[in-house]
């Protein structure tokens, strides 16, 4: 399940970077940490290190909350698809400073990172959906974990 969610989601975020780029010509904002390692204030090996971050601090850490808490306490009120949706939003809008921020600071323009916020919203939907279909929470886990790890060393590959 995780392997299909890793290449699901590395689908997703590729065809969205596809589409937003060369269909409506907008290009998606960067995350600060990228942002930062771009300019030379970081140093790229920081990406590197960021891999085992994310597959075992971000990763666990976020779909506890967005996964666990959040969509999971949502079940009793709404149904399974509406609290995927709703914790998606969430997870987004929690994401939402670091990109607009960033989209400010590069180019004075916010619909590049809301560009990216809502990439980052889409690619919660499938987290959240292997959650609801699996009620495992591992499972979200270590797809989010991979992803960001494999887009960690993408990143860094290409810098």
């Known amino acids: 399940v995780s392997v299909l969610g890793v290449v699901g989601l ?25 942002a930062q390692v771009e300019s030379g204030q970081l140093n790229p090996e920081l990406l590197l290190a960021l891999i ?9 850490g976020e779909e506890l909350i967005f996964r666990y808490v959040v969509q999971k306490s949502l079940y009793p009120h709404l149904s399974k698809l509406y609290s995927v949706i709703v914790a998606s939003l969430i997870f987004g809008s929690v994401h939402l400073p670091t990109y607009m ?18 990439t980052v919203m889409i690619l919660s939907l499938g987290l959240g959906y292997i959650y609801a279909r699996t009620e495992n929470l591992l499972l979200p886990i270590i797809t989010h974990g991979a992803y960001n790890g494999i887009v960690f060393a993408n990143l860094y590959m290409t810098l």
């Open 10 to 34: 590395i689908v997703i975020s590729s065809g969205i970077g596809w589409f937003q780029s060369a269909v409506i010509g907008i290009e998606g904002g960067s995350h600060s940490i990228l």
């Open 52 to 60: 085992p971050i994310s597959i075992f601090c971000i990763a666990p």
């Open 101 to 118: 921020l960033q989209s400010v600071l590069n180019d004075g323009s916010l619909l590049a990172g809301g560009v990216s916020v809502i």
